[in-house]
C-alpha cells in the first residue's frame, strides 16, 4: 500500500487529464476566495458570516475588513480573510467531465453564489399543515423567486431526501414541488383520550373506575409521545448531520429555510457559560412538552443525557459549514381560540379552556425554540404570519447583505467546550446578525468515534458529502472486474505532524446498489503514510491517485464511492452509474 501511495504521485495526468484541470481551476478559486472550512494539520480557519442592514432592514455594502472587530470569549481576533457580499456572488463556469469521470468537488456542486435550501419537515408538521407549506413555496417560487438565486428542495420524513438538487431555474424547481405529497408524520404525538361525556351521572364506584381506566390510558398516551418525541429528536439528528456532509465543502454561506411546526430541541443550552456537566444534563432544551408529557419527566431526563453530545456534535457542524437556519412556522397565526372551538366540537376535555391554555403554552414554547435556532446558527424565525412565502423571501434577501469574516483562533485548545463570537460595527445605526459562536471540537480527539458507521451514512445521503473532495473515473468493465481509479485532494485530508513529515490517513470504498437500494458488493481499502515535506507538497499540488476493483454485474445499478479522512471521520462521497459487461 505504502509503494502504491509513493508511485501514484507521479502518474496522474495519464488517465485523469481533464481532472487535473479541474484541480487546478478549485485551487485557483480557493487562492481568490474564501476556502471551505476544513480542519487543516494544527490550525483551523473560523468563518463567520455577518448579515448587515440598515433600520429599515436594507442590505448594507461597501464595508471593509477594518469597519469589522471580531471577539472569541472576549478577546478580539486578527481578520485573516474577508469577503464582501458581491464577491460571494461571483460565479464560476467548472469544465464539462467526460463519460466515467465523477467529482463531488465544490466548483462542480455549485458554480458560485449563496445556497438556500427549502427544507420542507414532515417529521415534526402536521399533516394540514404541510400541504399549506406547499402551497406557499408553489407560489414563492412562481412570483417572487429571483433568477440566479440557486435553491434546492429537501424534504425531511423518516430521514432527509432530496426532491431537487440545487438550480437557478424556477421551472425546475416547481416541477419538484409540484411532485411533493404531504404525509402523515412517522410518528405523532398520542392522540387525547377522550373524556366520559356522561361520567358526571355516575355512581361514586362507577366514576372511581372510569377515572382509574382513564388514567392508566393518559399514562400509556406519555409513553406513546415521549417515544414519538425520542424519534424525532433522532430524525431530526440525522438530518442536520446530513446537511452538514453534503454543504460543508461548498464554500460560501447556506441558507436552510426550515419549514416547520416545532423544533425538538435546541441546538445550546441557554445559559452559554455553563459547565461541561451542566451542559450535558440541560441538552436537549426540550421545549414543546404538554400536559401529557410532563408525567415523563424520567424519559425526558434520560433523553437529555443521551442526546446532549450528539446535539453539540450537530451544532459544531453546522457552524463549520456555514449554515444559517431560518425557521419558518407553517402553522400561520396562531391566536388560541382555534383550539378552544376544537376542544369544544370534539369534547376533548371537561376544561375546554384549561386544555386550550396548554396547548397555546405549547406553540409558544416551539415558537422559542426556533427563534433559539435561528439566533444561534445567525438566521431569523417566521412565526405568527399567514404569508409564509415572505419569511422565505426574507432569508434570501440575507444572501445580499452578508459578509464573511475568517480567523484563525488565538486559543488552539480544542478541549469541545462552547466559544463566544462577537462581532463589532465601526459605524453606527446598522443592524448585525451572526452567529453566536461554536463548540471548540477537535474531531481527531474524539473518543468512541464510529468510521465505518460515518461511512454508512454518508453512503445514504441522495446528494455528495463534500468534507472530503476527490473525482474519480469508472471504466468499462473488464474481466469480471470494474476498475475503478481515485484521485484525492489532498487539501481535504487533515495532515498529523509526525517525525519524518506528513502523516495521512485515510481509507476509500466502492459500494454496488441494485436499482431498488440494496448493497450488491463492497470493496474497501486503507491508505496511510508519512511524507517528507518537499514530496507533501507534491501531494498537496497533485493529488493521490489509487486504483479499487469492484465485481462486475450483469444488470445496471448504483455506484457510490467515498473516501474517509480516518484521522477526522469526515467523509466524502460520489454517485455514479455502474457499467455493464
Same mark, same amino acid.
Request: no cysteine.
Given at each position: 500500500?505504502?509503494?502504491?501511495?509513493?508511485?501514484?504521485?507521479?502518474?496522474?495526468?495519464?488517465?485523469?487529464?481533464?481532472?487535473?484541470?479541474?484541480?487546478?481551476?478549485?485551487?485557483?478559486?480557493?487562492?481568490?476566495?474564501?476556502?471551505?472550512?476544513?480542519?487543516?494539520?494544527?490550525?483551523?480557519?473560523?468563518?463567520?458570516?455577518?448579515?448587515?442592514?440598515?433600520?429599515?432592514?436594507?442590505?448594507?455594502?461597501?464595508?471593509?475588513?477594518?469597519?469589522?472587530?471580531?471577539?472569541?470569549?472576549?478577546?478580539?481576533?486578527?481578520?485573516?480573510?474577508?469577503?464582501?457580499?458581491?464577491?460571494?456572488?461571483?460565479?464560476?463556469?467548472?469544465?464539462?467531465?467526460?463519460?466515467?469521470?465523477?467529482?463531488?468537488?465544490?466548483?462542480?456542486?455549485?458554480?458560485?453564489?449563496?445556497?438556500?435550501?427549502?427544507?420542507?419537515?414532515?417529521?415534526?408538521?402536521?399533516?394540514?399543515?404541510?400541504?399549506?407549506?406547499?402551497?406557499?413555496?408553489?407560489?414563492?417560487?412562481?412570483?417572487?423567486?429571483?433568477?440566479?438565486?440557486?435553491?434546492?428542495?429537501?424534504?425531511?420524513?423518516?430521514?432527509?431526501?432530496?426532491?431537487?438538487?440545487?438550480?437557478?431555474?424556477?421551472?425546475?424547481?416547481?416541477?419538484?414541488?409540484?411532485?411533493?405529497?404531504?404525509?402523515?408524520?412517522?410518528?405523532?404525538?398520542?392522540?387525547?383520550?377522550?373524556?366520559?361525556?356522561?361520567?358526571?351521572?355516575?355512581?361514586?364506584?362507577?366514576?372511581?373506575?372510569?377515572?382509574?381506566?382513564?388514567?392508566?390510558?393518559?399514562?400509556?398516551?406519555?409513553?406513546?409521545?415521549?417515544?414519538?418525541?425520542?424519534?424525532?429528536?433522532?430524525?431530526?439528528?440525522?438530518?442536520?448531520?446530513?446537511?452538514?456532509?453534503?454543504?460543508?465543502?461548498?464554500?460560501?454561506?447556506?441558507?436552510?429555510?426550515?419549514?416547520?411546526?416545532?423544533?425538538?430541541?435546541?441546538?445550546?443550552?441557554?445559559?452559554?457559560?455553563?459547565?461541561?456537566?451542566?451542559?450535558?444534563?440541560?441538552?436537549?432544551?426540550?421545549?414543546?412538552?404538554?400536559?401529557?408529557?410532563?408525567?415523563?419527566?424520567?424519559?425526558?431526563?434520560?433523553?437529555?443525557?443521551?442526546?446532549?453530545?450528539?446535539?453539540?456534535?450537530?451544532?459544531?457542524?453546522?457552524?463549520?459549514?456555514?449554515?444559517?437556519?431560518?425557521?419558518?412556522?407553517?402553522?400561520?397565526?396562531?391566536?388560541?381560540?382555534?383550539?378552544?372551538?376544537?376542544?369544544?366540537?370534539?369534547?376533548?376535555?371537561?376544561?375546554?379552556?384549561?386544555?386550550?391554555?396548554?396547548?397555546?403554552?405549547?406553540?409558544?414554547?416551539?415558537?422559542?425554540?426556533?427563534?433559539?435556532?435561528?439566533?444561534?446558527?445567525?438566521?431569523?424565525?417566521?412565526?405568527?404570519?399567514?404569508?409564509? %412565502?415572505?419569511? @422565505?423571501?426574507?432569508?434570501?434577501?440575507?444572501?445580499? =447583505?452578508? !459578509?464573511?469574516?475568517? *480567523?484563525? $483562533?488565538?486559543? &488552539?485548545?480544542?478541549?469541545?467546550?462552547?466559544?463566544?463570537?462577537?462581532?463589532?460595527?465601526?459605524?453606527?445605526?446598522?443592524?448585525?446578525?451572526?452567529?453566536?459562536?461554536?463548540?471548540?471540537?477537535?474531531?481527531?480527539?474524539?473518543?468512541?468515534?464510529?468510521?465505518?458507521?460515518?461511512?454508512?451514512?454518508?453512503?445514504?445521503?441522495?446528494?455528495?458529502?463534500?468534507?472530503?473532495?476527490?473525482?474519480?473515473?469508472?471504466?468499462?468493465?473488464?474481466?469480471?472486474?470494474?476498475?475503478?481509479?481515485?484521485?484525492?485532494?489532498?487539501?481535504?485530508?487533515? %495532515?498529523?505532524? @509526525?517525525?519524518?513529515?506528513?502523516?495521512?490517513?485515510? =481509507?476509500? !470504498?466502492?459500494?454496488? *446498489?441494485? $436499482?431498488?437500494? &440494496?448493497?450488491?458488493?463492497?470493496?474497501?481499502?486503507?491508505?496511510?503514510?508519512?511524507?517528507?515535506?518537499?514530496?507533501?507538497?507534491?501531494?498537496?499540488?497533485?493529488?493521490?491517485?489509487?486504483?479499487?476493483?469492484?465485481?462486475?454485474?450483469?444488470?445496471?445499478?448504483?455506484?457510490?464511492?467515498?473516501?474517509?479522512?480516518?484521522?477526522?471521520?469526515?467523509?466524502?462521497?460520489?454517485?455514479?452509474?455502474?457499467?455493464?459487461?
Amino acid at each position: 500500500m505504502n509503494t502504491l501511495l509513493r508511485r501514484s504521485i507521479y502518474v496522474l495526468a495519464v488517465a485523469f487529464a481533464l481532472l487535473a484541470v479541474a484541480a487546478r481551476l478549485q485551487a485557483q478559486s480557493s487562492s481568490q476566495g474564501v476556502p471551505a472550512p476544513t480542519i487543516r494539520v494544527s490550525t483551523r480557519l473560523v468563518l463567520v458570516d455577518v448579515v448587515v442592514t440598515d433600520k429599515q432592514g436594507k442590505p448594507v455594502s461597501g464595508l471593509k475588513a477594518e469597519d469589522f472587530t471580531i471577539e472569541e470569549k472576549g478577546k478580539k481576533q486578527k481578520i485573516g480573510v474577508f469577503q464582501t457580499p458581491e464577491e460571494a456572488q461571483q460565479q464560476n463556469t467548472p469544465p464539462q467531465l467526460g463519460a466515467g469521470l465523477y467529482t463531488n468537488r465544490p466548483e462542480f456542486r455549485s458554480p458560485g453564489g449563496p445556497l438556500t435550501v427549502l427544507l420542507l419537515d414532515a417529521a415534526n408538521t402536521p399533516f394540514q399543515d404541510q400541504a399549506y407549506s406547499r402551497q406557499q413555496m408553489l407560489k414563492y417560487v412562481s412570483q417572487q423567486l429571483k433568477l440566479g438565486t440557486r435553491m434546492g428542495v429537501f424534504t425531511l420524513t423518516d430521514s432527509l431526501q432530496v426532491l431537487q438538487d440545487f438550480t437557478a431555474d424556477p421551472e425546475i424547481l416547481l416541477a419538484a414541488l409540484k411532485k411533493y405529497q404531504p404525509q402523515e408524520p412517522i410518528l405523532q404525538n398520542g392522540v387525547p383520550v377522550p373524556l366520559s361525556a356522561g361520567a358526571g351521572t355516575l355512581g361514586a364506584r362507577q366514576a372511581a373506575t372510569v377515572a382509574q381506566v382513564e388514567s392508566i390510558a393518559q399514562g400509556f398516551q406519555s409513553i406513546q409521545m415521549s417515544y414519538a418525541l425520542d424519534r424525532r429528536v433522532d430524525i431530526t439528528l440525522n438530518a442536520m448531520r446530513s446537511l452538514g456532509r453534503i454543504l460543508g465543502g461548498i464554500p460560501g454561506r447556506k441558507n436552510i429555510v426550515w419549514l416547520t411546526a416545532a423544533f425538538p430541541f435546541e441546538l445550546i443550552p441557554q445559559d452559554r457559560n455553563v459547565s461541561e456537566a451542566e451542559l450535558v444534563a440541560d441538552l436537549p432544551n426540550i421545549q414543546h412538552k404538554n400536559v401529557d408529557t410532563i408525567a415523563t419527566g424520567s424519559v425526558a431526563a434520560t433523553e437529555r443525557q443521551s442526546y446532549a453530545s450528539q446535539i453539540r456534535q450537530a451544532a459544531a457542524q453546522l457552524s463549520t459549514a456555514q449554515v444559517a437556519i431560518y425557521p419558518v412556522d407553517v402553522r400561520g397565526l396562531i391566536s388560541g381560540a382555534e383550539f378552544m372551538r376544537e376542544d369544544s366540537a370534539s369534547r376533548q376535555s371537561s376544561n375546554t379552556s384549561e386544555r386550550a391554555i396548554a396547548r397555546m403554552s405549547d406553540v409558544s414554547a416551539s415558537q422559542q425554540t426556533m427563534k433559539a435556532v435561528a439566533e444561534e446558527t445567525g438566521g431569523k424565525v417566521y412565526i405568527n404570519q399567514n404569508e409564509v %412565502a415572505t419569511g @422565505v423571501g426574507l432569508a434570501v434577501q440575507d444572501n445580499a =447583505a452578508s !459578509y464573511t469574516i475568517g *480567523y484563525y $483562533p488565538e486559543d &488552539k485548545k480544542w478541549d469541545g467546550k462552547y466559544r463566544t463570537i462577537k462581532v463589532k460595527l465601526a459605524r453606527d445605526g446598522l443592524q448585525l446578525r451572526h452567529r453566536h459562536g461554536y463548540f471548540g471540537i477537535d474531531p481527531s480527539q474524539e473518543k468512541d468515534r464510529k468510521p465505518e458507521q460515518q461511512v454508512a451514512e454518508a453512503l445514504q445521503d441522495n446528494l455528495p458529502s463534500t468534507l472530503v473532495t476527490f473525482s474519480a473515473q469508472v471504466k468499462p468493465a473488464d474481466k469480471g472486474k470494474i476498475p475503478i481509479a481515485f484521485l484525492v485532494d489532498a487539501h481535504s485530508l487533515s %495532515a498529523e505532524d @509526525v517525525s519524518g513529515g506528513k502523516k495521512l490517513s485515510f =481509507a476509500y !470504498y466502492a459500494a454496488l *446498489y441494485s $436499482p431498488d437500494g &440494496k448493497m450488491i458488493d463492497n470493496r474497501s481499502q486503507k491508505a496511510e503514510q508519512t511524507f517528507k515535506e518537499d514530496v507533501y507538497r507534491q501531494v498537496l499540488q497533485q493529488g493521490i491517485l489509487l486504483k479499487l476493483d469492484l465485481d462486475a454485474r450483469t444488470d445496471k445499478g448504483q455506484l457510490r464511492l467515498a473516501v474517509q479522512d480516518l484521522r477526522t471521520g469526515m467523509v466524502g462521497t460520489i454517485e455514479a452509474v455502474s457499467p455493464t459487461q
